[in-house]
């Protein structure tokens, strides 16, 4: 069974600060996604990478997939409060069901 | 377009009763997953179906249970509810079985006292 780590599991920091967030897996990867999710709602799907070395933008969010396809980032420039919530990294080695990791809960302050 | 639905959105049950949960995916979208979301589990995979027919199932007691219409729609139940139970139940539509992503709905948050 895959399991993914996810680090650092919390996260608080000032606006305008920069973030790294990192998810491991302890076998490759098929695809991954990165969600956000908000106190009470479902998780949103931010990006789906799928091959090494992957680099995605999505405005001041970076996302890296290793080279490996075992592990990837998040990166978050001049992080904003309404940044602020989990993040989760997904596998979908079993195509229709998604391996989870536990999140970074992400907290900026304003 | 519409995203996924789920309704109820609050649930509060007493144990031993059978509770259903219902979800309406993304047009078009012939895939839905269900997951359970607790604070000390994360998200757990209950089961996925396509076209009706359930392709996927997690460690979860035959106490769960679910199925699909011809319209994509879905529908979970638990029966013999125990405290244990109380989470929050996430539903998820995808065109090619989460390869690319899934759409989550909003979730139906149940309460077993």
């Known amino acids: 069974t895959q399991l993914l780590e996810q680090s650092p599991q919390f996260l608080s920091i000032q606006e305008g600060e920069n973030l790294t967030v990192y998810c491991n897996s302890s076998s490759v990867f098929s695809s991954l996604q990165w969600y956000r999710q908000e106190p009470g709602e479902g998780p949103v799907l931010l990006v789906t990478v799928v091959t090494g070395g992957e680099v995605k933008k999505l405005k001041r969010l970076t996302f890296q997939f290793g080279d490996a396809r075992k592990d990837s980032s998040l990166h978050i420039t001049a992080a904003q409060p309404g940044d602020t919530g989990l993040y989760l990294c997904a596998d979908n080695t079993n195509a229709g069901k998604s391996t989870f990791g536990d999140g970074t809960t992400l907290t900026v302050k304003p | 377009k519409a995203g996924v639905t789920q309704t109820p959105r609050y649930l509060i049950k007493t144990r031993g009763q059978q509770v259903t949960l219902s979800c309406s995916p993304i047009s078009g979208h012939r895939s839905v997953s269900w997951y359970q979301q607790t604070p000390g589990q994360g998200l757990q995979f209950l089961f996925e179906y396509f076209s009706e027919t359930q392709r996927n199932k997690g460690n979860f007691p035959g106490r769960f249970s679910g199925r699909q219409f011809s319209n994509s729609r879905s529908e979970m139940n638990v029966s013999t509810l125990e405290l244990g139970d109380s989470a929050l139940y996430l539903c998820?539509?995808?065109?090619?079985?989460?390869?690319?992503?899934?759409?989550f709905g909003s979730g139906t948050r149940l309460t077993v006292v």
């Open positions: 998820a539509s995808s065109l090619r079985a989460g390869y690319y992503g899934y759409t």
